[in-house]
T-cell receptor
Framework: AQSVSQHNHHVILSEAASLELGCNYS??????LFWYVQYPGQHLQLLLK??????LVKGIKGFEAEFIKSKFSFNLRKPSVQWSDTAEYFC???????????FGTGTRLQVTL | ETGVTQSPTHLIKTRGQQVTLRCSSQ?????VSWYQQALGQGPQFIFQ???????GRGNFPPRFSGLQFPNYSSELNVNALELDDSALYLC????????????FGSGTRLTVV
């Protein structure tokens, strides 16, 4: 069975700092990869997704992620974070044709002014 | 288009009781998936419903059951509640065969005392 690891549980950054959140998955076959964000008091929202093609994926709000197949990784990046990026970020993987997502445990990002 | 709506938003139940949670899927979506998100964890897949039948199940006991109705709305039923069932229960809708990610509802916070 596939699993997802997010090693950063809580990250604190100052506004304008650069962000990189790690995500590694364990599955040897074809995967679809997702990053979801959960702002305080709101529902999970899709930030970006990777299915195939260019391994550098751009999402909403200036976020991007890079799929590195050899490292089983899909790290999330943003060059300059804003206070409004304070939220919990979840990496998730989907395999094959099933529409089940396996989520990581999440990373809580706190951006200070 | 309407999003995913869940009811109730909060619920307190006593151990041993039964609970029913409800979900209306996003317009145009025909598949509903349920996830359990314990405090500090990522969402865990409970099961999925398509064409009113269970279409995949995670590692949850049979006391977790569900229904999907002809209008694609869904219910999650949990019998013989245990303290560990306390969690945020998320409903997510999608289109079968066109999985580009879920639309999530805001969840139902269940507390078992």
């Amino acid at each position: 069975a596939q699993s997802v690891s997010q090693h950063n549980h809580h990250v604190i950054l100052s506004e304008a700092a650069s962000l990189e959140l790690g995500c590694n998955y364990s599955y040897g076959g074809t995967v679809n990869l997702f990053w979801y964000v959960q702002y305080p008091g709101q529902h999970l929202q899709l930030l970006l997704k990777y299915f195939s093609g260019d391994p550098l994926v751009k999402g909403i709000k200036g976020f991007e992620a890079e799929f590195i197949k050899s490292k089983f990784s899909f790290n999330l990046r943003k060059p300059s974070v804003q206070w409004s990026d304070t939220a919990e970020y979840f990496c998730a993987v989907n395999t094959g044709t099933a529409s089940k997502l396996t989520f990581g445990t999440g990373t809580r990002l706190q951006v200070t002014l | 288009e309407t999003g995913v709506t869940q009811s109730p938003t909060h619920l307190i139940k006593t151990r041993g009781q039964q609970v029913t949670l409800r979900c209306s899927s996003q317009s145009g979506h025909n598949t509903v998936s349920w996830y359990q998100q314990a405090l500090g964890q990522g969402p865990q897949f409970i099961f999925q419903y398509y064409r009113e039948e269970e279409n995949g199940r995670g590692n949850f006991p049979p006391r977790f059951s569900g229904l999907q109705f002809p209008n694609y709305s869904s219910e999650l039923n949990v019998n013989a509640l245990e303290l560990d069932d306390s969690a945020l229960y998320l409903c997510a809708s999608s289109r079968q065969g066109e999985f580009y990610g879920y639309t999530f509802g805001s969840g139902t916070r269940l507390t078992v005392v």
